[in-house]
């Protein structure tokens, strides 16, 4: 690091240009965090139904949007390795900060909601099988129909989500994720295909 930043006015700039992009990027990281801290004690007072996924799905859809901001953020990294090779001291610094960050930005504000909706689906479940029980201990023949829609009822439970994450929002997220390793592959061809031009 002292080499880079006394060697000419070129690696003094490379080596603390990225400085005031991450100072940034950390204040706006840490605005999202207590965004996810806020959300976390509302989601303690939340009127949450299992049965009723709006209810608890904003939140997991926030928790999404504001990882991948850090997401996005990961895949700048790239910009910083063009015209050179790697340069650690601005590339481990972010991934050592911001990578444990995203995993709290995701599961601070739905952690609650998860526990919520654990203890919900299992009440759910000791019912269902109490109307099972009951009607299996009466006349088959009378309580057909109550027995299948008890049945029915357990599949349904067993399928309710304990995380307040949709289809769409799981999907956004494996995405942007995939987006992030394959912008870093691209910047690296890029480098050498123009690298074997010049050459």
Known sequence: MTESLTTNLYSALMSIGPLPGWVTMG?????????ALFFRRLAKDLQVRILEPDTYMPVGEMAVTSTLVGVGALGLLSIMWLGGPV???TTLPALTFFTPLLILLLLIPVWPLRTRLVEQRQALAVNTQA????AQSNNP??????LAAALALRREVARLPTWPFDVPAITRFISYAVIVPLT?????????VVDALLS
């Open 27 to 35: 204040v706006a990281m840490s605005a999202l965090f207590g965004n």
């Open 141 to 146: 023949a009378d309580d057909a129909t109550a």
């Open 131 to 134: 109307s099972i029980r009951h």
């Open 184 to 192: 870093w592959a691209g910047a690296a061809l890029i480098e050498m």
């Open 87 to 89: 340069n650690w001291w």
